[in-house]
Structures are given as C-alpha cells and as structure tokens.
C-alpha cells in the first residue's frame, strides 16, 4: 500500500517549449505539443493528449486526433488566444485574460489564471530553489513544477528537463501544461 502520492513527472523529451513530447516515467500521461504553422506574422501550437506512448521514436499519430488546446499567438510573438477545445467545456479566451500579471506593476513573469474546477493558480518565474517554474495554489501550495536539467548531469535521449504535476491535480494536467507553454513564451519572447 502506498502512502504517499504519486506525482506525475512528465519527461521533456526536446527541451523545445514549442516542439516537445512530455510523458510521464510512469506511464499514465503522454503530451505532446507540435508547431501546426508559422509564417511571418502568427504561429499555432497545438497540444494534444496521446494516452501512452506506442513507441519511443516521435511519430505523427497526433495528425489523427483533435488537439485539446489550441494555442494562437499573434504577431512577432505577441500573445494571441487560446482555445480549449476539448467537451464539455470547450472555450476561447484571449492569452492576456486567461493568464493575468499577478500585480498590475508586477512582471509578466507571476501570472494567475481559474482552473476548471474554479481555483486560481498562479505561475511563478525561480521563485523555488531549483524550480524554474512553480505552479501554486492561493494559499500558496505547489500544484506543479518545471525543473531544468542540471547542467552537470547528462540526459541521453530526453532533455532532462521534467514537468512535475503533483497526483491530486493531475485533472488538470492539460490546463497546466498549456499555461505552462503561454509562460515559457512570454519568457522567451521578454513580453
């Protein structure tokens, strides 16, 4: 009998925010975001929910399913929308409503958003030792993490970067993991 809970630790297979599969070492949830177009003006990333891996090797089974988050960013990175797509509660929101700046002077990099199940959370930029993103609660429990590879350690075959979803919010694991991306974006892009 077991104890404790069992996070989710979602492996980062590239280490590319917008091209990557993340599954999990045990099995229960694979992820995978994939770049649908890109031009000069918007790119699309699409966010898929693949159940388990069927291979070790990148494969494009995910052209067969229907994306449960769409995520369309404007302009020379600007943010756009983001569309969840999946039923019952299938909705857009414009990226800056939907992941709102925690303080009105505050950085871009603490942002909160409402969950599915109506909480707020809140991501925030190395708040954490040893966390390069942390996802909490508003009473400040952490829900999920982002952690980079050490750069002494070696990765064979995944990045080492990992995504960690603690088990009583794995539910969410799909409105995490695309806020998630919205917030590496806004890093990357210094928005």
């Keep these: 009998m077991r104890s404790a809970?069992?996070?989710?630790?979602l492996e980062d297979r590239s280490g590319v925010?917008?091209?990557?599969?993340?599954e999990d070492i045990y099995d229960r949830l694979f992820l995978r975001i994939a770049e649908s177009s890109r031009d000069a003006e918007?790119?699309?990333?699409?966010?898929?929910?693949?159940?388990?891996?069927?291979?070790?090797?990148?494969?494009?089974?995910?052209?067969d399913?229907?994306?449960?988050?769409?995520?369309?960013?404007g302009t020379n990175g600007k943010l756009g929308n983001v569309h969840f797509m999946q039923p019952p509660a299938g909705h857009s929101l414009p990226m800056?409503?939907?992941l709102r700046k925690t303080t009105?002077?505050?950085?871009?990099?603490s942002r909160r958003?409402?969950?599915?199940?109506?909480?707020?959370?809140?991501w925030n930029y190395r708040s954490i030792d040893g966390q390069e993103w942390s996802c909490v609660t508003s009473e400040n429990h952490v829900v999920a993490y982002f952690t980079l590879k050490p750069p002494d350690v070696p990765a064979f075959h995944v990045s080492g970067n990992t995504l960690t979803i603690h088990?009583?919010?794995?539910?969410?694991?799909?409105?995490?993991?695309?806020?998630?991306?919205?917030?590496?974006?806004?890093a990357q892009h210094n928005l």
Excluded: C, K, W
């Excluded at 009105?104 to 990099?109: A, K, R, V, Y």
């Excluded at 088990?167 to 806004?186: G, N, P, Q, V």
């Design 65 to 73: 399913r229907q994306p449960s988050v769409v995520l369309d960013f």
């Design 42 to 63: 918007t790119s699309i990333l699409m966010i898929y929910d693949m159940g388990r891996r069927s291979s070790r090797r990148r494969d494009s089974r995910h052209f």
């Design 17 to 22: 925010y917008n091209d990557s599969d993340f």
């Design 167 to 186: 088990e009583s919010f794995s539910h969410l694991a799909i409105e995490l993991f695309a806020s998630l991306t919205i917030m590496r974006h806004i």
């Design 5 to 9: 809970p069992l996070h989710y630790i």
């Design 96 to 98: 800056h409503q939907y």
């Design 113 to 122: 958003f409402r969950g599915s199940d109506g909480q707020e959370y809140r």
């Design 104 to 109: 009105i002077f505050g950085g871009s990099l």
